[in-house]
């Protein structure tokens, strides 16, 4: 079974004379432990692919099923239980929550469920993630690169169905960049998470599985790379 | 703890500022509701207090009960406390004087028995003496101090041993008064003064009489203000003994109170329960204590508290509500994005709503308890600071000192519930529509860059294309662009920039304006109102003399006006020794028909009075070649005073201090005082001589009433006859007028000796040493002996009023020529003294000694001149601390709102402001900006409350019609600058605050922060 499937995706916003199609008729299938790299020029509707797969945002028409389930025949509390729990995601700005510290920017899907924070899992994120010893700082007193790897985190600690990034390095230099994918990477070879991002870099699409490119809200090709 | 709590806890603590605001509102809120309902109950309850002070708490009055019907009662399982007093019947007078067709009747009544339940009757306040022992003994109302009253008509039923004082003895055999009407035998009770008829004679005849038994005065209760209203009978004077069982009672009243009735109609039940029977029972409800309890068909008076309460509440809870809301509404603006992300990640909107919720949740725990004890706190504070002026205004003047009533503020728990409940309520209602917005943030919506939520300006668009046809929207656009170019030209960048950002749809400001406005209409009504008692106080002068008494004193057979004049003297030394008072001096009043020689009178005198007021008639005094006729006072004061007075004139003390040849001193300083203003009288243009009427001719059932001139121009006498027609007769002056004396006029003064009683006046008015009057009266005598014998001679009847037609005259009463013939000599005594109430009471003692004996003193009485000037100040004291905390509280919660939206919306653009600033906008400009859009908000806050304050003023002019008006209910300047004030005040504040936090930083950061 696919862990994820978009079928005849469509999203219009405005009306009338004002209408834009940001997503045509989209549709593909995710397997677990795909790397996918989605591109596109500004504007191609992207990010709202990727909002729409994530439970962000509702499609005009068309359904996603992750892992079997049709999210959007969901209530709305259950949606957003599926954010916290199936979904990580990862942004280009603004990840962060400024006024709670990096551990608790972290566990925040899990604090949100109410449930317990699994320590040894906490550590070991972490110590992968090179924050030891900066569980309390805030935002604030981060780097970008340091809060980006806060971000992946957050987006890993409930070990979800799909991990989906936009752009998670744009706002990066070349070395976080880099560090923050090879985090990313890790955990998709290692932990076989499913990934999903959202790129410009031609490096980051090379390291992907399978690129999906997108233009004015079409697919317009879906290539798998050896 | 739960990660939401977590985060509204941060979220209050990183926004602290706003946290302070938003708490400052609830508790201010929270204390004012506190402060206003705790007041109405204070006062409520004060009403229920000083009623039952009063007249006691029962509830109801079973008069004319029987023991049977007693015992039947106390059996009542709904009654709870009791008291019962003995009536013993009554005994009828008349009264001292001869004919004069008074008839009273004594009631004999008991204390309460012993045993009785406290406060259920008020206690009695005694004047002199104390309460009766036993049955042998009573206490009888002051007024009657000093008279005599004869033995009952027909019956031997009352003696007295001496005139009414302590220690005196009083016969009296009681009985029951009954009459005949229409062939009906009723009984009249206290309710029934002496029935007569036309002729005079009593028509109603005493039954049961016991026998004769003797009563010694041990006490005397006075009446002053509603003191012992209780015990006083309405139609005759009512004595209370002591109920040892010596007397057998005619019957009983039964006074209840049943604590447990909560309702009309179960007090009604309560006093009909005698109806079924066919006995004497009646009863009576004690209206004006059911009232008060909300226990009468009427609304209760406490009603009307409640509902002036529920209006200022409404208004309190309006300002906060506003407040709070724009706090939350602009956290929630701020954040955004934060909630948005938080959304994205999962997030779900009720945990969006709890978070939200939360934050007002501890704002509510912290501050709606601070605001209730501070409401507490501040309410006792305010009643404990105008006690004076509300218990002036329960009893009366002259209650600050005579009752021993504090006022204690009442807390009950099921206002304070109900407070915490409306509070809750409200912030509930407050953050209700943020939290909900809050939890629709969309986090797309969020996770865009501009965060000027493209819908509302759309939105907006819409509204006006919808509304405006496209020709006006032309013009629109015209004079918009216009008006940007005016900007331009005058205030730069800045200014263009200011209005721009005025004009964007902006609900949180118009919210903060209106609450502004709000508190300024307040703070400027409070000032109008204030302004208005101000004026209505009549503050005037009392140029040193605290306290003035006044005394009647009879001349004596066989005694001279000199005689007399020495008396008066010798009673002012001996009131002086009696208390702590100063003698400012003495003086008396007296009003004669005269002439003024040719011009000595100021025919213009009384024009301005007339012209501007309505106090005088529009009749031109009397002038006739010059020369006044009419009405001459004269102003006797005493001796050295007059000395005093003299020498401060700067004149001879021999020409004036000759006894035998008095010159008088022309008074051009009388004023009087309307519509707050001072409207002087000056009689005198020039000196001359005051021709004196001391004796006129009296004609048969008509008093002299003005003098007028004639159609031939003479001056003539007019006595108008007392007949239905009111008839005048007319006499020309030189018949009418039988003895005159010719007073020289030495001078004219703007002062009088502070003695001086009645100086408003508007005819004229002379000042003259008390030792004149002999000498005046010591020359009229004769001619007064003379004309008197030949009326008398002529059977002209006394009806005339004597004493106008010889106002220099003494004689004793007792000459054998009926009332009429009684002009004692009227003495105003004024005093000055450190402490005024207590002087008072010294004096009056000391002059009820004196009334013991009417035959040389009929009158006599003290008064705190100062009283009425100290309560009414204390009564705006009051209302100035209610109105000025009110007003004061709810300009705070104003200031905390605009303060809150104003700022905040600057730092909401701190991004705009970084871009300006990057593209090369300098300080001055943005300082400028700034303060061009804050002067926007003073002026519209401004301008709207002005209008709201006048309008409401105005609205009220309107309502209460005439009532007001007299005392025009102007505009207060300096509340309206106070309010102005206030406006530039938050503005400046909300400024300052906004400049330090938009102008901190570096511009890059300021443009990254956003992105980051």
Redesign the interface.
Known sequence: MSILSVEHLTKIYGDGDTAVRALDDVSFTVEAGEFIAIVGSSGSGKSTLLHIIGGVDRPTSGSVYVQGQDIYQRSDEQIAVFRRREVGLIYQFYNLIPILDVVENMTLPVLMDGRQVNQDHLEQLIRALGLSGREHYMPSQLSGGQQQRVAVGRALMNSPAIVLADEPTGNLDGKNSAEVMHLLRDSNKRLKQTLIVITHDEDIALMADRVIAIEDGRLVSDSHQG | M???Y??AA??L??NYVRTLVSLCGIVLSSLLLTAIFTSVETLSNLLITSTIAASGSWQVAYTDASQNDVQDTLADTRVTASAQVERYGYALADSAEEDDGYFTYFSLSSLSKKNQDDQVLPSIALAEGRLPQNSHEIIIPESLRGYTYDEGFDTDGFEQSNSFMVGATVGMALGKRQMTSDGQLIYLDENYSVQIDEQGNVTEELVDIAPMRTFTIVGMYSMEGTQNEFWNSPAGYSFITYDDGGIEPIYSTLYVRADGLKTYQEIEGLAHRFDADNGTVSATLHNSLLTYQGLTEDTPASAAFWAIGCLLSGIVLAASVTLVYNSFAISIAERT??LG???????????LRVAIFTEAAVLGLVGIPAGILLGIASTRAAFALSQDGLLALLYGNGAIETTNASVNIVVTAPILLGIVAVEAVTLLASTAVPAIRASKA???DA?RQPRDSRSTQAGLRKRTARILPIWAKGIRQAVAQRIDRAYLALGGVAHLLARRNLNRPNPKGRIAVLSLAISVALLVLSGALIQYLEQVVDIVGTQGVDITAYLDREIQQDETVADLLADVHTVGDKLVNASDATLVGYSSFISSYGSLSSGTYNPQALDTIQKETDILSDDAPTVIDDSYYGIIHIQFVDDESWRAYIESLGLDADQYCDAGNPVAVGFNGAYQQWDGKRYVVKSFSNTGTATLYTCIQAIDQSSPNAIKAAKDGQPEMEYYLYDEDATVIRRPIEDAVQGTYKVPIGTIADTAPACAEDTGVYSPMIILPISALATISNAATPTVDSVRAQEQAAGISLESRWSENNPFSFYPSGEGNGAYHMFPLSITYSFASANPRQTTEQLSRELNTMLNNRAVYPYGSANDATESTRTQRAIILSVKIFTGCFAGITTLIAVANVFNTISTSFVLRRRDFAVLRSIGMDNKMFRKMIVRECASYAVRGLALGLILAFAAIGGLLFIAGGVLVDAAFALPPAWIALAALEVLFVLAISTVYALRKSSAGNVVESLRED??
């Open positions: 739960n990660i939401f977590r985060l941060r979220t603590k990183v994005r934060q992300l938080l959304s994205s990640i999962g997030a779900s909107k009720k945990q969309s986090a797309i996770l992105l980051a």
